[in-house]
């Protein structure tokens, strides 16, 4: 259970959290190991803590795959391993009416922030940039991916995506189709992604150094701003078709981004939204963020967008 929202994170009817791999064409020759499942098996990205996800094919963390008839060849050293794993307390708990809950939610979030780390320090090692995409279902977060991803590859730039869904990996086919690779997390329940089921997707994805790697939250605009992934930049998107003052009735969502995409703006003919004035709302929430105006459906303003994912790849290569 999420320690913050409640929600049965990792649960839901029929199973917990699942990853897929739908295109991974190069993710052997980079190291990864792929236990997200790359031959379409789903497994709870929870219920397990594969303690030895760190080891690097020899054998030596101290577990053993015999019987298991797979090997690893050697290669860049995978993702670290879990903060359970390594030491950290996070989970588990009574909740009682004396405390406990504010107890039990510092620890899952500790336990998040340690693992984000671990990530962070991973995609810098490959000169990765990770950008974690949030907003309300329906804002368009797809279909700018979509095109970003077209485009982007196009360009000879590799981009890949994690796609976070309750379920289906519907959003994962259309982001397969437009050419890139993806790996699709489904959270059962659960309303947000977490640091874990990163770099369990990670793992999967294996990105090619130099890459970009754009994280697409599952809709929600409350849990996902309180769980770092170990991203290089936050992006909330929101459309023309939502409220204007979305930005002062979820400030803290608007709070920790580093970018505010508001999108669909090839509708603003057609509906009640000031673009001014969700902006004004935006910066009262965070002062000094940066705010586009694009339409993914027909191109408008993808040029800035995409100027700014160039200038958070080299902050983070310096």
């Not at 709870?44 to 803590?49: L, N, P, T, V």
């Not at 605009?221 to 170990?230: E, M, N």
Request: glycine share 16%.
């Amino acid at each position: 259970m999420c320690g913050t929202c409640g929600c049965a994170d990792g649960g839901g009817e029929g199973g917990g959290t699942r990853i897929t791999g739908l295109t991974r064409s190069h993710a052997h020759s980079n190291g990864g190991h792929a236990q997200g499942g790359h031959d379409g098996h789903g497994h709870d990205g929870h219920g397990h803590d594969h303690e030895a996800r760190g080891h690097d094919g020899h054998g030596h963390d101290g577990h053993d795959h015999g019987g298991h008839g797979h090997g690893h060849a050697p290669g860049p050293a995978p993702l670290p391993p879990s903060a359970a794993a390594a030491g950290a307390t996070g989970g588990g708990g009574t909740v009682t009416p004396d405390g406990e809950t504010v107890t039990l939610e510092q620890r899952v979030l500790a336990k998040n922030e340690d693992l984000a780390a671990r990530n962070r320090v991973w995609l810098a090692e490959r000169d990765i940039v990770a950008v974690n995409m949030m907003s309300s279902p329906g804002a368009g977060k797809t279909t700018l991916l979509e095109r970003t991803v077209r485009e982007l590859t196009g360009r000879g730039r590799p981009v890949a995506v994690i796609e976070g869904d309750q379920e289906t990996t519907l959003d994962a086919e259309r982001i397969g189709a437009a050419g890139g690779d993806v790996v699709q997390i489904n959270t059962g329940a659960g309303c947000h992604l977490d640091a874990e089921m990163t770099r369990d997707a990670l793992t999967a994805l294996a990105p090619t150094p130099g890459s970009l790697v754009l994280v697409e939250n599952v809709g929600n605009l409350v849990c996902p701003a309180l769980f770092d992934l170990g991203e290089g930049g936050r992006a909330v998107i929101i459309s023309v078709t939502e409220g204007t003052d979305k930005p002062i009735k979820y400030p803290h969502m608007f709070a920790v981004a580093d970018l505010v995409i508001i999108n669909k703006i090839d509708l603003l003919p057609y509906v009640d939204f000031d673009p001014d004035q969700c902006e004004k709302y935006a910066m009262s929430v965070n002062p000094g963020v940066r705010v586009l105006r694009v339409s993914a459906t027909t191109g408008e303003g993808m040029p800035d967008w995409y100027d700014w994912l160039d200038e958070r790849h080299r902050q983070a290569v310096r």
